[in-house]
């Protein structure tokens, strides 16, 4: 039987190779793939993401190939993304602590729930979260998101994230204890190096992004704590980390080879990698 794969898109623009490469792993090994936007709308690719020539102001260079920009294109023009799975019609929204029948609407918030990642763990072998800088509008703090990465972590089902999606990961966090999941776990992500400045960000988009809000390496370096670790990879090319469940991506180039890794991790039975 194929390995089934969950993808969380962001509605604000996602970067085109970071979806493009794990889906090709994914298409030619036969996995079969099922989209999830936070409220069903369709995603877009961002715009700098199909133009071979941008040329990205941390790494002085171009980091999108002619044949990456091309098949980049085509899958954002095509129907494979139309109608995604709704995170918002999929999950309930835990309740506030001000509700006034806080207890009883947090028991069915409960039940709801359990329901929900119930199917979802008995439809999905895997969970993908694509980077780009999106995500940190609309993935990053989803708690609808976080508790779907919950249930699949407490269930050992690998969850690969790239960029900045890998945030997500860093904030899902046991509601009591308020500890990351990515405690104790080794991870790497977009380092400070490679953040982009004011005034260098992403044009042509929903929105208009200067210096992202928070240095994700901070927040890494902070929730993976003393025994895990953050690895920036700084000056080599690809930045892949496998710390079971978790795959992690640093950035646009490693796209390929993180959906690689995690075909591993699913047929293979990978557990460790890239540290």
Same mark, same amino acid.
């Given at each position: 039987?194929?390995?089934?794969?969950?993808?969380?898109?962001?509605?604000?623009?996602?970067?085109?190779?970071?979806?493009?490469?794990?889906?090709?792993?994914?298409?030619?090994?036969?996995?079969?793939?099922?989209?999830?936007?936070?409220?069903?709308?369709?995603?877009?690719?961002?715009?700098?993401?199909?133009?071979?020539?941008?040329?990205?102001?941390?790494?002085?260079?171009?980091?999108?190939?002619?044949?990456?920009?091309?098949?980049?294109?085509?899958?954002?023009?095509?129907?494979?993304?139309?109608?995604?799975?709704?995170?918002?019609?999929?999950?309930?929204?835990?309740?506030?602590?001000?509700?006034?029948?806080?207890?009883?609407?947090?028991?069915?918030?409960?039940?709801?729930? &359990?329901?929900? $990642?119930? *199917?979802?763990?008995?439809?999905?072998?895997? /969970?993908?979260? !694509?980077?780009?800088? %999106?995500?940190?509008?609309?993935?990053?703090?989803?708690?609808?998101?976080?508790?779907?990465?919950?249930?699949?972590?407490?269930?050992?089902?690998?969850?690969?994230?790239?960029?900045?999606?890998?945030?997500?990961?860093?904030?899902?966090?046991?509601?009591?204890?308020?500890t990351s999941l990515l405690w104790g776990k080794h991870v790497t992500g977009h380092p400070?190096?490679?953040?982009?400045?004011?005034?260098?960000?992403?044009?042509?988009?929903?929105?208009?992004?200067?210096?992202?809000?928070?240095?994700?390496?901070?927040?890494?370096?902070?929730?993976?704590?003393?025994?895990?670790?953050?690895?920036?990879?700084?000056?080599?090319?690809?930045?892949?980390?496998?710390?079971?469940?978790?795959?992690? &991506?640093?950035? $646009?180039? *490693?796209?390929?080879?993180?959906?690689?890794? /995690?075909?591993? !991790?699913?047929?293979? %039975?990978?557990?460790?990698?890239?540290?």
């Amino acid at each position: 039987m194929s390995q089934r794969i969950l993808v969380a898109l962001s509605e604000y623009g996602y970067w085109g190779e970071e979806l493009v490469g794990p889906l090709g792993v994914f298409d030619a090994r036969g996995y079969r793939t099922t989209f999830l936007t936070p409220t069903g709308k369709r995603a877009h690719a961002l715009p700098p993401s199909l133009d071979p020539h941008y040329l990205d102001p941390p790494l002085g260079r171009t980091v999108t190939t002619a044949d990456m920009a091309r098949r980049a294109r085509e899958l954002d023009g095509s129907d494979r993304l139309d109608q995604p799975l709704s995170l918002a019609g999929l999950l309930p929204e835990r309740p506030y602590l001000s509700a006034l029948n806080h207890l009883r609407e947090l028991e069915e918030y409960h039940r709801r729930l &359990a329901a929900v $990642t119930d *199917d979802l763990l008995a439809g999905f072998d895997a /969970l993908v979260i !694509v980077g780009g800088s %999106g995500p940190i509008v609309d993935l990053a703090n989803n708690e609808r998101l976080h508790e779907i990465i919950l249930a699949f972590a407490a269930a050992d089902r690998p969850i690969l994230a790239e960029c900045y999606g890998v945030a997500a990961l860093a904030f899902a966090r046991d509601p009591e204890t308020r500890t990351s999941l990515l405690w104790g776990k080794h991870v790497t992500g977009h380092p400070k190096e490679y953040d982009y400045k004011d005034g260098t960000g992403f044009l042509g988009t929903d929105f208009v992004m200067g210096p992202p809000p928070y240095p994700l390496e901070y927040i890494l370096r902070d929730a993976t704590g003393p025994d895990g670790g953050f690895h920036g990879n700084v000056g080599k090319e690809t930045s892949v980390v496998v710390d079971f469940p978790f795959v992690t &991506a640093r950035s $646009t180039p *490693d796209s390929t080879l993180a959906g690689e890794l /995690l075909a591993e !991790v699913l047929d293979g %039975g990978l557990r460790r990698h890239g540290w």
